[in-house]
């Protein structure tokens, strides 16, 4: 039988190492979806994709704006480098394609406004920043149990995002556009803060709104990696965000986390706290060994996150064909990167 | 593009709660594969495939024989009820199809040694029994980790299949069909045993073979549902195995698991132990509340075990295509069988 | 002041590893006793007692029927090796003191019982076998949950004593003594079998009677230490008690343990099920290090059970003093016996 | 026979809570000290001690300036009013006595530098502010590590102070006396951050300095207590000390725990992390229930740390007997209320 299922037809922007990930997620693992197309200026990433894009029919481009004149194209998924986010969201935008961007929408506070705006003035389309945290099992749970009230008031919230120390220098490299590892890597625990702390925790009819920022500051130091000064970055930094109505965030991010990716975060309410990956492992083995019991964590972001990656894609193709509303609103992925530039 | 790929052609026999899941595994989540035909006689199971399956382009049969006969077809995945495991298996390998069965191939040792001549007489198409927990991400660890040595040479091995309390009775209907708790629960930590002994535990050139079983006991009782003695069948069990060359397997099975599915194994070595599962979660989210910290585990098999399936289905899908020994060998499959039909 | 409290007048018989201890726990850490004599006939202990014991006041003595003559002694501790328990208890009991005996009575069925015999025919005296697990602070709650009714019925007990892998060869020298891995080691699984399944699990007005045992089966291997079996003993073995009334206990004692001690055990009722150190580990610490998260575990009995032998003392003395019932009560001691000397 | 030993002749001040248990671990768990005399104006104190102490030997004092005259008394434990630590303990040294001081010395600056004045004016005599904490097991294997360079350079330090919220308004009472919740409860977070920013984490022989501050900062808010607000003081509260060369540590502190006492310190280093109570509990202890896995934990600050407290008493003993340095140093003791005082 031929099918009769139509799927949301979407193109990947960037193939870098989230950009792959991005295309296989739509390819292979959104049933709702195909990868009709990708684009890439890249010639390594563009070998890659003539073994694992071209053969099952997804067309190639080294021209962005080519690539959005695919026919029947429906979609975009930006995954290219943070500086160019804000640009290839609005040029989807502008010719009528729903967007899913990675995040940050900007590292500039003003290119974001600007990509809200534009968002604003095609209210038919989707566009969403993929804060893939908001998509993992234990977030969500934890989310849900907030909203129905099971520990009362959100009031505290702790996060913390810890990558594995990479030897060979790359995030030194990355500095310079990352942003700083405030808006880099806590930019999660900040979106994280505005959702927890908008859940309400009272009733599900309670009216959603952004916590309100009271004030921001952030410390830092460079433990292993001098060279970071000279981009203003550090290797750690702990930044604490107060809101008005009684509600406080506090952060931590790391570089150098000995052995892997060691996310997590607690929401602390006036009745209870929840606590997602205070115990990190990878999977459920314990090895005892005569050096005692040992296990392993995963070793970086998308070994924790990678089926939080694939809901991601599939509830943004879940959004797009059956017109809801998409679960991470532009709006606070704003303000979050407004919490985020504040200096160290 | 037209895609170039060729995937596998995939039927599923028997559409029933793991029947549906392997279509879908076939349908959405194999690559390499696609669900071209599936076959129940169930009006329900009907209904729901034409839901889900034939918009997606899957065609229907209700005669096996008939759906052997589909164009192109190439496997089979066997998932009806136990008793007819053996023949569906039969007549698709004698129809030319590879076939990936669910557990067990019987109930009864003469079908699985049946089973097994025919498949013997098929050298080129894939024959294998899926047990599931050989593709979990933490039995495969704990394998690798086993084969390489670093217990030492595995002596003991611990396994347990609990189940949660299910009040309808149907495992108490079930009880005529599934052969016992010993085959139908501690099938899967057999197959474990007969798995671990013959990993070597020195290097990986140590021709496997599986361990000679010297002697096998089991005791049970019927704490719950009396009802089960009429079937011979008991709701908690406790069984041990001994082999000839040193090792001991012990077992524990139980349909009355009071917060979810508890499944969990140990391997133990001369120099070490590994243990999947000690400490059962659902996920990373802990509720510390007034009365304490609390976590869930899965509510049941195929919460636990769902990637593993999913991978069952690539690995079996990838030894068709590129011509490898399937990761499940027939003959320890009807070796389990053997050790699990003892009566308690 | 001059102290107005009368103190228990113990001593202890025997200095060995855990004699020593014992001597300890009453002379420092059982504030309603007082340690007032000892006995060793061997020279390297009565050194240690040189330097530990006589400058607290401690009077020594190398004459056990001597020491039993002490003035004013009320009870003794007897820690001796296993093979003198019995008759050290007998002399005690017939000299009119309380007795604190460590596990087992004896090895011999028929010692045990004249243990009994001479302990029943003193009704005014408290005897009691040291079985130190009823003492920590896990197994009592565990305990009470289970009497308070919170797992229902106890069904299925599983419990192991699994010890550090010693290299010294030790436990092959002591394998002459200790009547097997199956009454040395699960001795303790078996007195917790009779505790928990005498437990009642529905009020505590439940009469508590012992379980009666329907069968037995116990099977065992020498993985590391060959010249084990010299003594009919091994190194790992599995044993499966079956009560009448539908209990079943399973247990499984090692000398390979890699990391430490790890004793543990689950209770298993008809409603929920009680599991005190599944998840081992000597404190609160971990180690994330570039190999993975680590924490030790106890390296041997004492490091894991130190505060339950401390409680044992008190709780002797309270029952001495206060005219209370034992908490351990000598018929059980002997069944346990009678069930640990199956052969394997 | 008489004993030998010459014990440590110990008075404490002040049997509230803290007081009580004080009293008890120098009159029975702290074997090389004598409990002689103890002080209260409190009429409930002193008719608990007629019961606890006296019959044991303990002469009752309700003026402490004669308590400080009692024949042979060597040294003195303060345990009232933070209010009147400072007083308590200078007047104690300038009788003559050793003093162990609970925490902190005061809330006021001055007062802490006086009592540093006086005890360097008396060279000979040990004084020690009692924080429990480096006492604990847990904590003395994180610094050994720590010291051994284990981790690395001590770089990031977080920890908390997590009270089980007590609804009799307790706490609220207490805030006029406490100083405020970042010196009551953090101030022992802060000890641990000067404890481990100056163990080198280099080699044993690194000259141990005090690190020194660069900024404090703190936030509060009043979740469940508003009347705090009336002594300045808050329910919830987090701050960050940034250290010159690269140090920060960051603080939590909380009334309002749900399931009881969650006190946990992660100590981060360049090459690792050591993290003490992550995973609380109060035992070994899982209970397996139709609604999921609980565990307890500790219900209040002695719960958790009962065993340091006792360790806390022989290590003061200990360095008096034997003329050792105190375990805390009466400097680092009056930096951590320097930090603590600082504004919300």
Redesign the interface.
């Known amino acids: 039988?031929?099918?009769?299922?139509s799927r949301l037809r979407v193109a990947v922007s960037g193939l870098g190492r989230m950009g792959a990930r991005h295309a296989n997620h739509f390819?292979?693992?959104t049933?709702r979806a195909e990868l009709v197309a990708a684009f890439t200026p890249d010639p390594k990433e563009l070998a890659w994709a003539k073994t694992n894009l071209?053969?099952?029919?997804?067309?190639m481009y080294n021209d962005y704006d080519e690539m959005l004149r695919h026919e029947g194209l429906q979609a975009v998924c930006v995954a290219t480098v943070t500086t160019v986010h804000a640009e290839h969201t609005i040029k989807a935008i502008e010719a009528g394609k729903h967007v899913l961007c990675e995040k940050p929408l900007s590292t500039d506070l003003a290119e974001c406004q600007k990509v809200l705006a534009v968002s604003r003035a095609h209210p038919n389309l989707k566009v969403m920043c993929g804060f893939s945290r908001r998509f993992d099992?234990?977030y969500l749970?934890?989310h849900a149990?907030t909203v129905s009230g099971?520990?009362g008031?959100p009031?505290?919230l702790?996060s913390q995002t810890c990558d594995k120390y990479d030897p060979s220098g790359f995030f030194v490299q990355y500095a310079q556009f990352s942003g700083g590892i405030f808006v880099d890597c806590n930019i999660h625990d900040i979106d994280l803060a505005l959702w927890f702390f908008s859940a309400g925790g009272t009733s599900t009819s309670t009216p959603r709104t952004l916590p309100r920022v009271k004030?921001v500051?952030a410390?830092?130091?460079?433990?292993?990696e001098p060279d970071l000064a000279a981009h203003g970055d550090v290797d750690?930094g702990?930044g604490?965000v107060?809101f008005y109505d009684?509600?406080?965030a506090?952060f931590?991010a790391?570089r150098?986390?000995?052995?892997g990716q060691?996310d997590m975060t607690e929401i602390?309410g006036?009745?209870?706290?929840?606590?997602?990956?205070?115990?990190?492992?990878?999977?459920?083995?314990?090895?005892?060994?005569?050096?005692?019991?040992?296990?392993?964590?995963p070793q970086n972001y998308y070994e924790r996150f990678e089926m939080a990656f694939v809901e991601e894609a599939r509830q943004f193709t879940d959004a797009v064909l059956d017109g809801g509303v998409v679960p991470v609103d532009i709006e606070s992925s704003v303000e979050a990167v407004k919490i985020g530039v504040v200096d160290a």
């Open positions: 039988m031929a099918p009769q299922i390819l292979h693992r049933p071209e053969p099952w029919g997804v067309t099992a234990s749970s934890a149990l099971s520990i008031r009031t505290i702790r004030s500051m410390v830092g130091v460079t433990a292993l750690n702990v604490v107060e009684g509600q406080i506090y931590y790391s150098m986390n000995a052995p060691h602390i006036t009745k209870g706290k929840l606590s997602v990956n205070a115990n990190p492992t990878t999977g459920l083995l314990e090895s005892h060994l005569p050096s005692g019991i040992h296990r392993d964590i």
